[in-house]
């Protein structure tokens, strides 16, 4: 039996968990796939560097090329990160007839219409199964498991290190600067971080599942994001009086064939089964026309999470070579994108004021929302001594993303509101 050569791009956290799977699963990879799997070379940026796993030094090389033209390797398995240096990699490697597997989010969001075209014009697969979610098969799922469905509703916690803050703050009122910190040395965040606590990795996620679900080329320019940095353990503690969690939601909708897809700290109603998603844990929440309510959860980043996906994808390239079926995945996005306006948006809202205590100010604050058509669920007012002013807190029932931006920017100048401390959507 021919074995099938692996060109291993990286050799950190995930390429790590990629070489122990490959290697402690030989034998049963081998059974599904008829061939043995063989990592050929391994780039890395700096040769001598301590491994935690045993790797043949002439296996090893710093040089890219090495792999991406070498004759025998079958498929390349990206997952160094970064993206115009890897895109020239993986470009080139299809345009060699090299199938590719990557973990590399940043790179599908932004560039994937381009790189799957390519992929297809020269017969080669393309798979990305942990760029979303690290070890929950989320993206097979939306297209082989939804394929017979409309779906309508797709809402995620699809970033583990912000996960990890925000349940660390809730349930132990750790600090967000440690925690933060806690998740870097766990191998959860990003080598820059911002783009986790920034809501930029969740936003090029929530890019990838809007794409496959609503089969619309739904761009990362299309999805509006907002990170985590601005929670405050207030926020939290107010959200669990009222019966709700924070939690960083990627939310993607589509209505009559008109889409929104957004990145924000939502306040979740407790019941909802996505509130109790805790840790480094991810969450993908689907709603179909025919199905209705589904989840999928399980761990969304570190080594061998994320390496499980990497290996079934390998796997799956390996099933079509043997079938000589490669490059046949059909178009993802054949439907037109039409995106929502402000005014087609809509959600329930929860806004915390800081407001001058005397008479008539609830008046002056609720006629705000009245005159713009926003309808309250809930209002909620109690003295703050310490700053000799009072808190509103105001839960809106649903309304219209324009409508909460004017009447924001009312307070502005309405002088009894002293300051909008948060706003969040509210979903559940
Ligand atoms: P990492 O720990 O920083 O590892 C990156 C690896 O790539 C290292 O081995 C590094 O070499 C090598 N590398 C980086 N730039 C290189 C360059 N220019 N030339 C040669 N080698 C280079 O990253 P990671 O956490 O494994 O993440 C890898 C990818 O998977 C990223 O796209 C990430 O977004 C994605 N991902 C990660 C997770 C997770 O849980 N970590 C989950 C899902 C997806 P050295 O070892 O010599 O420095
Ligand atoms: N930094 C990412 C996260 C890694 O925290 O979810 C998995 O994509």
Known sequence: MKPIKVGLLGLGTVGTGVVRIVEGHQDDLQSQVGSPIVIEKVLVQNKNKSRSIPIDADKMTEDPWEIIRHPEIDVIVEVMGGVAQTKEYILEALERGKHVVTANKDLMAMHGTEILEKAKRHQCDILYEASVAGGIPILRTLVEGFSSDRITKIMGIVNGTTNYILTKMSQEGASYADVLKEAQDLGYA????????????????????????????????????????????????????????????GIAERQ???????????????????????????????????????????????????????????????????????????????????????????????????????????????????????????????????????????????????????????????????KVKSVYRVEG
């Open 190 to 249: 990003e080598s820059d971080p911002t783009s986790d606590v920034e809501g930029l990795d969740a936003a090029r996620k929530m890019t990838i599942l809007a794409t496959l679900g609503f089969h619309a080329n739904v761009a990362l320019e299309d999805v509006s994001a907002q990170g985590i940095s601005s929670v405050t353990k207030e926020d939290i503690t107010y959200a669990k009086r009222l019966g709700y969690e924070v939690k960083l939601l």
């Open 256 to 418: 009559d064939d008109l889409i929104s897809v957004s990145v924000q700290p939502t306040m979740v109603k407790q019941s909802h089964p996505i509130a109790s998603v805790n840790g480094v844990f991810n969450a993908v929440y689907v709603h179909g026309e025919a199905v209705g309510e589904t989840m999928f959860y399980g761990a969304g980043a570190g080594e061998l999470p994320t390496a499980t996906s990497i290996v079934a994808d390998l796997v799956a390239v390996v099933k079509n070579i043997k079938l000589g079926v490669n490059g046949k995945q059909s178009g993802v996005a054949y439907k037109e994108k039409k995106l929502k306006t402000d005014e087609q948006i809509s959600s329930k809202y929860f806004l915390l004021l800081q407001v001058a205590d005397r008479a008539g100010v609830l008046a002056r604050i609720t006629q705000v929302f009245a005159d713009f058509e926003v309808s309250l669920e809930s209002v909620l007012q109690q003295p703050n001594p310490s700053i000799a002013q009072a808190e509103i807190i105001v839960i809106t029932h649903d309304a219209n993303k324009a409508a909460i931006q004017k009447v924001l920017a009312s307070f502005e100048s309405l002088d009894v509101v002293h």
